[in-house]
């Protein structure tokens, strides 16, 4: 309903008609409510200068407008159910007392008009004895009228009938003596003595056949055609809300003599047990819901308590489910079972929809709980079952095994290779995405719930606990201290080789970008299927189908970030510092240079070349691992030489021994640095890693060391050669590296840049790249 909160509409000329954006449901509704609304003039003043399109779009949010009244005053007859039987029952109890009241004062009315005619004959003036003695003659020769011998006689047809329970012609006895003690009241045609005697009968002897209806409805024999007209009896007796809980109560003790016979039977609590609860207690409700139909109709006193006691029940039945089958499926994380129990209880619970009784929301409101404590358990053994794994993978990327339950393939799964269904992955990988795949299979028949933010928050934090056992597995990782205390007593192979340490980005890319994100299209696809208002909002592109799921990725993207950053910073310290701790990138490399008593033998700095050995090997692992995220790969290679050249841009130690140490940078130094810098901006840009950014680091850096040099009062560019020199040299400088130079057939000049190399150099490169 939220999603009508607000909603505009923009006309052919841009002229935009809001429809109460900012009002609650009530405020929009006002308008309608006046006695004076006149759609006429309200549809001429919205769509007046309107076409087609907006018109539809119009009458779109209108029908919204008619839904959610309908469901506001759904809700609002909802919770007013209680005080609505209250008052109810309470107006029942007074029509009782006045019912009694009336009978009271018959009786009393008959009384005095009994003492009246005693008073009156006794005051008669009595002229002598022969006159009083005549009067008496003819009181004892009196006859008993007519009327008081079928009194006599209405009462002991009464008896009879009520003994041989023939209900119906008993009705019509009270209806007829009923009706004539109406007319006797009016005409005076029975003595006050008989009238009493009259009402007397008659009420006893409904009283008598009332508890005879009642007692009727309590057999366990009586049910179908028989209770109905038993029920409809009591009803025409005048008590019509004794009847209707007396119809609830025979519906109930035979569902709960059922519900008996059914745990006696030492069911096992499980799938079996489920159905046949839940089927016995909704075809009991709607059995209920169908007789009171018949015999009251819609009345709403009667519809309300009817509705309390389904709600009762179906509150009675969720709690019983909760204790034999929900709550030990949700403590063992036994997700399937307990998404199995919700399923079966919704789908017989969905029969009593079209008799207006809404139900799903009782067991929902119940079953919540349960789910969600299974749910946190099935995540915390997909945590726990790929963290054992971690803790033997030999990180060998590999397809994922054939066994375990088979995947369900459909157009929604977006599987369109064999590939795709079996990832290649490390064993711990392959665990992870296999459980997590099986896990959305088992929590999407539960989408009712509206469980999918909760399974993919869930998810979330599987997938980050994953990646703190990535880190942990990079040897020497800064954070490998703090995460393995943070996973408590958790214990992961360490990642040795380049191969290996690339696998674990593999593991990690391929989980964010393709698997995960298909489990999760998987769980949001079957939400919207069940909400086709916001499929008919939807927009075609599918950028915009799921923007939840976006934003769930980008968090995903920054825990992969975070490992791939980590890999990086332990590379790019493998290469700055010696194993002895000594740092390999600093000052005295270059001012050193100057000190030299002939020019040197120019080609790159051995820490760069180790940095693009590194680089070239990192490369092609990648390649192999990661096929079809060349993306991911270019941002790795470029990160990887970032973080190497930042360091040197922002080390003020190295920076201020320049600057303000006895000795700075020299011809032969700013030269060696213009180099260092042009090599690493030539092999990014061939292999198309080279930033804006580490381009611009890397002009920061030269200019720098051109102003240093300035500084001395030495003119940089008259030391400095030509552009072209700088990318010869470091051209013939990746080609050597590479093993693709070859000079034998051209003459050597000893003081070109492709004789600069020396064997020593060389071959210490190529016995790093080796290793």
């Not at 923009?10 to 002229?15: A, E, F, K, L, T």
């Not at 919205?46 to 779109?60: D, P, V, Y």
Request: charged letters at 25%; glycine letters at 4%.
């Amino acid at each position: 309903m939220s999603s009508l909160s607000g909603t505009s509409f923009s006309s052919s000329r841009g002229d935009s008609v809001d429809f109460d954006t900012d009002l609650t449901l009530s405020d929009r509704l006002k308008a309608f409510k006046s006695s004076r609304f006149d759609p006429h003039a309200y549809f001429n003043s919205k769509c007046q200068t309107m076409n087609e399109k907006e018109i539809r779009h119009l009458c779109a949010y209108l029908v919204d407008l008619k839904k959610a009244s309908a469901e506001e005053m759904r809700k609002s007859v909802y919770a007013n159910y209680a005080d609505f039987i209250r008052t109810s029952q309470e107006i029942s109890d007074l029509e009782g007392q006045l019912l009694s009241m009336r009978n009271l004062l018959s009786s009393q009315a008959a009384l005095v008009q009994e003492l009246v005619e005693g008073v009156r004959v006794d005051s008669l003036d009595t002229g002598s004895e022969d006159s009083t003695a005549e009067d008496m003659l003819n009181l004892e020769d009196t006859r008993p009228s007519n009327m008081e011998n079928w009194l006599i006689d209405f009462v002991d047809a009464l008896e009879i009938l009520l003994a041989e329970r023939r209900v119906d012609e008993a009705l019509a006895a009270l209806n007829e003596g009923e009706r004539i003690k109406e007319e006797a009241k009016s005409r005076r045609t029975l003595s006050p003595n008989a009238l009493l005697s009259l009402e007397t009968a008659i009420r006893e002897q409904t009283q008598k056949l009332a508890d005879q209806l009642a007692e009727t409805t309590s057999q366990p024999s009586t049910q179908g055609v028989e209770l109905r007209s038993t029920i409809l009896a009591l009803k025409k007796l005048g008590d019509g809300h004794r009847a209707h809980t007396l119809l609830l109560n025979s519906h109930q003790q035979k569902m709960e003599c059922k519900m008996q016979s059914l745990r006696s039977s030492n069911a096992p609590y499980g799938g079996a047990y489920t159905a046949a609860l839940s089927q016995l207690v909704f075809s009991t409700i709607a059995q209920a819901a169908s007789d009171a139909l018949a015999v009251f109709g819609e009345e709403p006193a009667f519809v309300s308590e009817l509705v309390t006691w389904a709600v009762k029940e179906t509150e009675a039945l969720a709690l019983l489910l909760k204790r034999h089958v929900l709550a030990s499926s949700a403590a063992a994380g036994g997700l399937r079972a307990a998404a199995e129990c919700v399923k079966i209880c919704l789908g017989h619970c969905s029969v009593l929809e079209a008799r207006g009784l809404a139900l799903s929301p009782v067991l929902l409101r119940l079953f919540k709980p349960c789910v969600e404590q299974a749910l946190s358990a099935n995540l915390r053994r997909i945590e726990q079952s790929s963290a054992a794994i971690a803790a033997a993978d030999d990180w060998s990327l590999a397809y994922s095994p054939l066994g375990g339950r088979p995947m369900r393939v459909s157009s929604s799964t977006f599987l369109c290779s064999a590939a795709a269904v079996h990832p290649k992955l490390s064993s711990s990988a392959n665990k992870l995405n296999t459980m997590v795949q099986e896990f959305v299979e088992d929590v999407s028949p539960l989408e009712s719930l509206q469980l999918e933010g909760p399974t993919l928050e869930g998810l979330l934090q599987v997938f980050n606990s994953y990646v703190n056992l990535l880190i942990n597995a990079l040897p020497g990782s800064a954070e490998h201290e703090e995460n393995l205390e943070n996973s408590g007593s958790r214990i992961v192979k360490m990642a040795e080789t380049e191969s290996q340490q690339i696998a674990l980005l593999a593991n990690a890319s391929l989980l964010v970008d393709e698997l995960l994100p298909r489990a999760a299209m998987k769980l949001l696809s079957l939400h919207s299927m069940n909400k086709p208002e916001d499929l008919a909002r939807r927009t075609p592109d599918k950028q915009n189908r799921h923007p939840e799921q976006r934003d769930w990725k980008r968090r995903l993207q920054r825990s992969v970030d975070r490992l791939r950053d980590s890999f990086c910073r332990q590379c790019a310290l493998d290469l700055i510092f010696s194993e002895d701790g000594d740092i390999r990138l600093n000052a005295h490399m270059y001012i050193m240079m100057d000190d030299l008593m002939e020019e040197p033998e120019w080609f790159p700095s051995p820490i760069y070349q180790e940095l693009f050995a590194k680089l070239t090997r990192v490369a092609s692992f990648t390649t192999d691992m990661l096929v079809g995220r060349e993306r991911f790969a270019t941002i790795l290679l470029m990160r990887l030489t970032e973080t190497v050249i930042l360091w040197l841009s922002d080390d003020r130690s190295f920076w201020e021994e320049i600057e303000e140490g006895p000795k700075t940078l020299g011809a032969y130094a700013l030269r060696q640095l213009y180099l260092d810098m042009e090599f690493v901006i030539l092999f990014a840009s061939q292999g198309r890693y080279l930033s804006r950014n580490l381009h611009q680091v890397i002009k920061n850096i030269i200019e720098r060391a051109i102003d240093i040099v300035t500084s001395t009062g030495l003119d940089p560019y008259s030391v400095l050669p030509e552009e072209e020199w700088f990318a010869d040299v470091a051209q013939i400088a990746i080609k050597m590296l590479t093993g693709k130079a070859n000079f034998a057939n051209e003459d050597r000049d000893v003081t070109s840049p492709s004789a600069s190399a020396s064997a020593r150099s060389i071959s210490s490169i190529v016995s790093h790249g080796s290793n």
